[in-house]
């Protein structure tokens, strides 16, 4: 329930007011960083240096304030605000820095690194990077914590190279993988106006009770997104479609699908084996690329 302001008072009471609960938000904050602090040296003992990076966490607290929400300041500020609050608690934990994908566009450089920033904090460290492959690395490798990548798309690719998603499929066990899909907000103003990205990290996804995952397949020869998608379903599994896919694929050469899934799945999920028993040899490999909590889309 809205405290509706007391109409007795004059301007300068009201100000004051403003002024106490200032300086509360404050002493809050305050605390809240002590508290994150001691949060990272639990998790240093606890040796979960891979795990500072807690998106399930951090959309279980964004539901938990927008559900319970019903001030007068819009919900986008609200996720604003909580984000910066979070992303700067990430800071206090670990090291931790970004790196976005820029391509060779200027502005389509600058609309991802709002979206960076919007997410991840505006003083969190940013490196840019024109190529795909090269935020992977730079993940990989240590050299920073989140990277930010495009959606992937129908590429209809016709060439010798293969997507940056199905390179992160093939790039062994420790392989970074999808974490969130950013914003949690779309924004509706601005160089990031309707602009999506994915963030991944050296991270294990996590449940978070309403989420979507993506899965990257391997087929020896063409598979049509129709049985695909029955096979999942008698499996068990439902779909929200085949996202991606090559499309020209001379005699032997493998057909690449992402597809995403609706639910959280493990590549333990009984259900994944139960889709390549039902999809038959052509399927050559199958790996969960990551997932994510499902964001706030309305």
């Known amino acids: 329930m809205i405290n509706k302001p007391n ?3 004059n301007l300068d009471q009201l100000r004051q007011d403003i002024n106490e609960i200032d300086d509360e938000i404050h002493s809050l904050l305050i605390r809240r960083s002590s508290i994150a602090v001691e949060v990272g040296k639990v998790k240093r003992r606890s040796k979960q240096l891979k795990s500072f990076i807690r998106p399930a966490r951090e959309a279980e607290v964004m539901r938990r304030l927008l559900s319970n929400h019903n001030g ?9 605000i909580w984000r910066q609050i979070i992303s700067s608690t990430l800071s206090l934990e670990s090291e931790f820095t970004i790196s976005v994908f820029s391509g060779d566009d200027t502005r389509s450089g600058a609309a991802y690194e ?8 505006e003083d969190s460290p940013l490196r840019h990077t024109k190529t795909e492959s090269g935020v992977l ?24 190279d ?10 062994g066990e420790f392989r970074p993988r999808v974490i969130a899909r950013i914003p949690w907000l779309m924004d509706k103003h601005g160089v990031s106006k309707g602009l999506e990205g994915l963030a991944i990290a050296c991270s294990e996804p996590e449940d978070s009770g309403d989420d979507m995952t993506f899965l990257v397949m391997k087929f020896k020869s063409p598979v049509s997104a129709d049985k695909i998608t029955k096979s999942m379903g008698i499996a068990g599994l439902s779909t929200a479609g085949v996202i991606a896919s090559s499309s020209k694929i001379n005699q032997g050469e493998p057909d690449w699908k992402l597809i995403e899934v ?14 390549s028993s039902y999809i038959g040899d052509a399927l050559e490999i199958y790996f969960v690329l990551g997932s994510y909590a499902r964001p706030d889309r309305n």
């Open 7 to 9: 109409s007795t008072k």
């Open 72 to 80: 007068f300041y819009p919900k986008g500020l609200i996720v604003s």
């Open 114 to 121: 709002n979206l960076a920033r919007r997410y991840f904090g």
């Open 137 to 160: 690395r730079a993940v990989r490798d240590g050299k920073s914590s989140v990277g930010i990548l495009p959606i992937p798309e129908d590429e209809r690719f016709d060439n010798s």
């Open 162 to 171: 293969i997507p940056w998603w199905a390179t992160l499929a093939s790039s």
């Open 262 to 275: 609706k639910g959280f799945i493990s590549e333990e999920d009984s259900r994944l084996a139960k889709f």
